[in-house]
């Protein structure tokens, strides 16, 4: 499966953004999907992540219930629509694919197939 992440950008705080993950290849409907992201010093770490068929999702606390994560099998994409933005939500956001069960989806072993990333910049 190859991932293309894109939807990034430069936005205010209290903004919102959505970010879409396009797959090719392999049938992206039988992987697990996930958004990581990595803030400049830091290490990567899980945003969200969802079931092949949709029906469990899962969240980083700090961005309980203002993100959401969903995805369109038909159209072999993921989304994550960011709300109520924050400056320490800045960070290159990077989607990922994969069916590794043996990790929750939090962990990063979880996923094969990585995007490219795409910047997200919140300014206060």
């Known amino acids: 499966v190859q991932l293309q992440a894109s939807g990034g950008g430069l936005v205010q705080a209290g903004g919102s953004l959505r970010l879409s993950c396009a797959a090719s290849?392999?049938?992206?409907?039988?992987?697990?999907m996930g958004w990581f992201r990595q803030a400049p010093g830091k290490e990567r770490e899980f945003v969200a992540g969802?079931?092949?068929?949709?029906?469990?999702?899962y969240y980083l606390d700090s961005v309980k219930g203002r993100f959401t994560i969903s995805r369109d099998n038909a159209k072999n994409t993921g989304y994550l629509q960011m709300t109520s933005l924050k400056p320490e939500d800045t960070a290159v956001y990077y989607c990922?694919?994969?069916?590794?069960?043996?990790?929750?989806?939090?962990?990063?072993?979880?996923?094969?197939?990585w995007g490219q990333g795409t910047l997200v910049t919140v300014s206060s």
């Open positions: 990922a694919a994969g069916g590794r069960t043996t990790y929750y989806y939090s962990d990063s072993r979880r996923y094969e197939y």
């Open positions: 969802i079931s092949w068929s949709g029906s469990s999702t």
């Open positions: 290849g392999r049938t992206f409907s039988r992987y697990d």
